[in-house]
């Protein structure tokens, strides 16, 4: 094995869901499914030692850097959520890897896939990127000794359903800000918004709300006031209904646990009302909401499982909403595949712990799925703070790829967090292992410094 030397890389690397691109109007449409590669955006300068490929394959577009000095082992990435055919959001494109320097620099190859299809599409996005794969010889001649797969945010579901569904194509794999619990995401978005509108008694009742308009009018005001201890106030001073609303939140965002006082404020104020209007907010949600539901939940405003008369009240009260289980089905890689746990290689995940666009639970779930396989032995997670969705620097991304292929070559299990103790998570140090503060401010927004 190539012996790994960590390299600076200059400031955050800060991976967004939606990554910003230039938009083009023109461009070929790809009939099977109406989306079209800006093949004027495909194309791209290889760094030093290094060749650029680029092209298409079966209508998704890619590109793949291959260094001189090449190690055998290539670094799939999978990209996060982009808008879909019904939000005009067409156009497909291909991020590079945010390791690009680093894995260039140790001799790594990396590919990369546009997928065929935007939306919340895991299967198209397992399957391009395994095809990707597998046709990276005839692309480059030169053909990988091990393949490793690395996802952020949708990504990380498709990375890992991508090593549950061809078990034998990658070595391990490195989901980051993952969708690693599937559809309850979903249902926790769903949570917030039901459970804001029963505390506040809003006139629409379910997610998503009908007329968005309307809400934005009329019940978001009325939410706020309910929620604020003086007028202005939200989301920085609460009323009592207002720190009940941020208790749930809380718990059902993964526990109690170091800088998510600081993410409530983020998500609710200094980010708009990102949580609040979630409760319209279809794009994300497969079939238009109606697989999220909270039929069976209970909602609770601290770690004991033990309901106080307050949590009955509010769980006797909430808004319930049934899941649609059509919605949530799937077949292979169609509808919404789970990433059920059975892994059998070694996946190092990381995760931050104000996240709470794709919150910190993911990690929880995952944990708990992997461990119910039987392979808890096969997954280290890491918590870094912070309150951004993907907030890492290049040394923490760095870090952990690194000791990944030295858990995969070497045999040497990396340390890591217990996201399964409630205990351990709400711990003041949680997250100080891991979170490099050295990165260029935004890495690591509001991060809670540590004891």
């Not at 359903?161 to 926790?188: H, K, R, T, W």
Request: glycine share 10%; with cysteine.
């Amino acid at each position: 094995m190539r012996r790994l030397a960590l390299i600076a890389l200059v400031g955050a690397l800060v991976l967004a869901m939606m990554p910003a691109a230039s938009a083009r109007n023109d461009g070929p449409k790809h009939n099977r499914n109406d989306y079209w590669i800006d093949y004027g955006a495909l194309p791209f300068e290889a760094l030093p030692g290094a060749e650029a490929y680029w092209g298409e394959i079966a209508g998704a577009a890619y590109r793949i850097e291959m260094p001189a000095n090449f190690n055998g082992n290539l670094v799939m990435w999978a990209h996060g959520y982009r808008g879909a055919a019904a939000t005009g959001d067409t156009r497909l494109f291909v991020d590079n890897h945010p390791l690009r320097d680093f894995l260039i620099a140790n001799g790594y190859a990396w590919a990369a896939s546009s997928y065929a299809k935007n939306d919340y599409n895991i299967g198209q996005g397992v399957l391009d990127t395994h095809r990707l794969a597998k046709q990276f010889k005839s692309i480059t001649g030169e053909k990988p000794d091990k393949t490793y797969i690395t996802g952020a945010s949708m990504g990380g579901h498709v990375t890992a359903v991508s090593i549950e569904q061809f078990p034998n194509a990658y070595v391990g794999a490195m989901p980051i800000c993952g969708v690693l619990a599937g559809d309850e995401l979903f249902d926790y978005f769903g949570d917030f918004s039901l459970v804001a509108q029963t505390l506040a008694g809003t006139s629409q009742t379910g997610f998503p709300v009908a007329d968005f308009p309307a809400y934005a009018a009329v019940d978001k005001p009325l939410m706020k006031a309910t929620f604020e201890a003086f007028p202005g106030t939200w989301p920085f001073a609460l009323s009592p209904a207002g720190q009940q609303l941020k208790d749930v939140t809380e718990q059902r965002s993964g526990g109690d646990r170091p800088n998510f006082d600081e993410a409530f404020v983020f998500w609710n104020g200094l980010a708009g009302d990102f949580l609040m209007d979630l409760a319209a907010d279809t794009r994300t949600v497969p079939v238009n909401g109606v697989g999220v539901g909270n039929v069976g939940t209970v909602y609770q405003f601290d770690n004991d499982p033990a309901l106080t008369a307050a949590e009955q009240a509010l769980n006797d009260t909430v808004i319930r909403q049934a899941k649609d289980p059509s919605a949530t089905n799937y077949n292979g890689m169609s509808g919404l595949p789970v990433a059920s746990g059975d892994i059998g290689v070694p996946v190092l995940t990381l995760h931050n712990l104000g996240d709470l666009f794709v919150p910190f639970h993911m990690e929880t779930v995952y944990a708990d799925r992997v461990a119910a396989s039987g392979n808890a032995d096969l997954l280290v997670q890491r918590a870094i703070r912070g309150v951004n969705h993907c907030g890492f620097t290049g040394i923490e991304l760095a870090t952990a790829f690194s000791d990944l292929v030295a858990w995969v070559e070497l045999g040497i299990e990396p340390a890591g967090d217990d996201v399964s103790d409630p205990a351990a998570v709400a711990a003041p140090d949680f997250g100080c292992q891991f979170t490099d503060f050295s990165g260029a401010l935004g890495s690591h927004l509001l991060a809670t410094p540590c004891p």
